[in-house]
């Protein structure tokens, strides 16, 4: 309601400013004297008068100078004020001169330059304002003028939410965008002033108190760049989750938080190609591991949606920081489920579960994915992730599973960490199994769902991956870190630790 207000009053000063302009072109143009010359004109000029007003007022709102929040623009924004106003003043000539009832051509000088100066100077008068006389009222005030960086879903819903919701104390002035298209755009009366090489400046120009990243779906290689650059600016700095991270997959103002080691290493989401696995979902009865994890939980609410029979979560801590069991509730209400708590490195457990439960089908999504941690504890990823999902899919075999789908990524090509050189073997492990038993078994890679058959195929059969995990299940028990690391290099030919990439990441961010 107050933005409308705040329109309102800017058009009615521009009504206003309009016409002022007129009368002093003429008072200008005959110096100040009143004479039949000068009065001659002030009737011609009236009886246009309301078709000039809404020709202007017309070619202004096209120029977005209703949309742009002025008392917070820069000077970039002259451009636009000089241009609607040239072009308001050569379309009323035109229009005058079809009416045959034109004036001077002095006149219509004198009106464009009077023009700038009212209506132009009038809007950077409220930037002037702003940036001094009321500087220090905003100090005082509770208000937090904000800059969002990302002008997609999420930073559009943050903007929204400021603005309608009195609960908040963040006032957004600004938004930062590497988009070019997006770039010079406004959402809500709020500017996107430009991408990343902005944001100093902007902070500058726009007395910004906190900077927020709103960017869920970006790449920790960009999010890593932006904190470089935020950090220059010495404002507080807040960060929405990833995407994968958060309840309900939509992301508010009330899920921002300060930003953390995690947000510096976050890996992309995965999402399941629901048309695909649609039919062997759909009324049966399925199982995710781990699936409290971030990518296990997203997971389950990705197949809720697909109406399995019964849902069984299985989790070695149920009660998880991501809180599944409240969201499915939540976002399903009807959907029969459970949560089950299990090690998946518990084989007796594994097999009491499968065997009781009877899952058709098993989505395996519980390997540990912290890279940063894993390094520093490989015997720990190779335990779980390695002889975890051969649990699993001995113990699917066993009591007949029609489908065993392992979570994997595109990484696992040639794998730069241990954490995907394990997955790199869990991968072998599924082709072996998948040439000697009934069960099906399917590797999805980072968003595609992909039969074995496409799997780049391994030259090892079921006996001989076997025989390679004994050899390592031995060198966990008795061997060193790097006698392990070691064999898992001789297993995965392609596994190259990008050890200079990762020194520096953890060295920089510890």
């Not at 930062?176 to 009366?189: C, N």
């Not at 084989?347 to 390094?375: C, G, N, Q």
Request: net charge neutral.
């Amino acid at each position: 309601m107050e933005r409308k207000l705040n329109k309102l009053i800017l058009v009615f000063v521009d009504i206003i400013l309009i016409n002022l302009a007129y009368l002093l072109a003429l008072y200008i143009k005959f110096e100040g004297i009143v004479d039949t010359q000068l009065i001659s004109y002030v009737p011609r000029y009236l009886d246009n008068a309301v078709y000039i007003t809404i020709i202007k007022l017309g070619i202004f709102y096209y120029f977005n100078m209703y949309k742009t929040v002025w008392r917070y623009t820069s000077m970039t924004k002259l451009y636009n004020i000089v241009t609607a106003i040239i072009l308001s003043n050569a379309s009323v000539l035109s229009f005058l001169f079809l009416r045959q009832n034109d004036l001077s051509r002095t006149i219509y000088i004198l009106t464009t330059l009077i023009d700038l100066s009212l209506i132009g100077g009038f809007r950077f008068g409220l930037r002037y304002f702003d940036r001094n006389i009321g500087m220090e009222a905003k100090k005082e005030g509770s208000m937090k003028r904000i800059m969002i960086i990302g002008a997609g879903q999420a930073g559009i819903r943050i903007v929204k939410e400021c603005i309608s919701n009195n609960q908040f104390d963040y006032e957004p002035v600004v938004i930062i965008d590497d988009d070019i298209k997006k770039q010079g755009e406004v959402i809500d009366e709020i500017p996107i002033v430009g991408g990343r090489q902005s944001i100093l400046s902007a902070v500058d120009n726009y007395l910004i108190d906190e900077i927020i990243i709103a960017m869920p779906s970006a790449t920790k290689r960009d999010i890593r760049k932006i904190v470089d650059i935020c950090k220059e600016a010495k404002c507080k700095l807040r960060i929405l989750p990833a995407i994968y991270e958060s309840i309900d997959g939509d992301l508010s103002i009330k899920d921002i938080k300060e930003v953390e080691i995690r947000d510096l290493f976050r890996r992309e989401g995965i999402r399941i190609d629901l048309d695909k696995i649609s039919s062997y979902i759909t009324g049966k009865v399925v199982m995710v591991t781990v699936g409290g994890g971030s990518i296990g939980s997203e997971f389950c609410r990705q197949i809720g949606e697909l109406k399995p029979k019964e849902l069984i979560i299985l989790d070695i801590y149920p009660y998880s920081p991501y809180g599944i069991e409240d969201q499915m509730r939540k976002t399903y209400p009807s959907l029969n489920f459970k949560v089950l708590s299990s090690s998946i490195i518990d084989r007796h457990r594994i097999d009491e579960i499968i065997k009781s439960e009877k899952p058709e089908v098993i989505f395996h999504a519980s390997d540990h994915k912290d890279t940063f941690l894993m390094e520093f504890s490989p015997k720990e990823a190779i335990n779980n992730n390695v002889f975890g999902t051969l649990n699993l899919v001995q113990s699917a075999k066993l009591y007949n599973v029609d489908k065993f789908i392992m979570i994997s990524t595109d990484q696992v090509v040639n794998p730069r960490n241990i954490v995907d050189a394990s997955r790199r073997i869990c991968e072998m492990i599924i082709h072996s199994m998948n040439t000697n038993f009934n069960t099906e078994y399917i590797v999805e890679r980072a968003n595609i769902v992909n039969s074995s058959d496409n799997i780049v195929p391994f030259p090892v059969e079921y006996r001989f991956v076997l025989k390679s995990l004994e050899e390592l299940r031995r060198l966990l028990n008795e061997g060193k870190d790097e006698d392990v690391i070691n064999y898992i290099k001789h297993m995965v030919p392609s596994y190259k630790e990008d050890d200079q990439i990762e020194k520096m990441d953890e060295d920089k961010y510890a």
